[in-house]
């Protein structure tokens, strides 16, 4: 990732941001529950993503939607039942989908801010290899990485080095 000590090597197209500062690592039968939302169109993409994160190990529940406006719609209903153990802790994100896109959902992801447990990642995870891309991304404080297509278990574990180092993969 640009910016960042990556150990395979720096990647014009990827970003992480760095940790949140005071975030203390903790035994993983001391988290909450480890729970991912895959918001892709592409069936076979969240397949692929979802084979990766459950080989992984780490993940307690992988769910996937098909736009923006079903991922919204899933995290409103979530955090209405004001179960925060329920809530996804990694959210993947593609950018060209139908209904709403990815930069849609972020725009309305951000606004409702104060609804939303405040230990989510947000991943752009695109096959746009766009500069453009990148840099807008950048412009949203939710979005801590940008990802190429496929994920991959290399990728996977550089986000939960740096964004859940307590996590055992």
Known sequence: PVGSKARHGARPWGR????????????????????ILLVDDSEADNYLHELVITEM?????????????AALEFLRTVASEG????FPRLIFLDINMPVMDGWEFLEAFEAESDTWPKTVVVTMLSTSR????LERSAEYRSVGAYV???LTTA?????????FPGLQS
């Not at 190990?57 to 406006?69: I, L, M, Q, T, Y």
């Not at 179960?83 to 329920?86: P, S």
């Not at 766009?130 to 891309?133: I, V």
């Open 130 to 133: 766009d500069p453009s891309s």
């Open 16 to 35: 992480v941001r760095p940790p949140v500062p005071g975030k203390v690592p903790q035994p993983r039968a001391m988290m909450r529950p480890f729970n």
């Open 148 to 150: 190429p297509k496929p």
């Open 83 to 86: 179960d925060v153990d329920a």
């Open 57 to 69: 190990g780490f993940a307690d529940e992988v769910r996937s939607v098909p736009h923006g406006k």
């Open 155 to 163: 990728a996977m574990q550089d986000l939960l080095d740096r964004y």
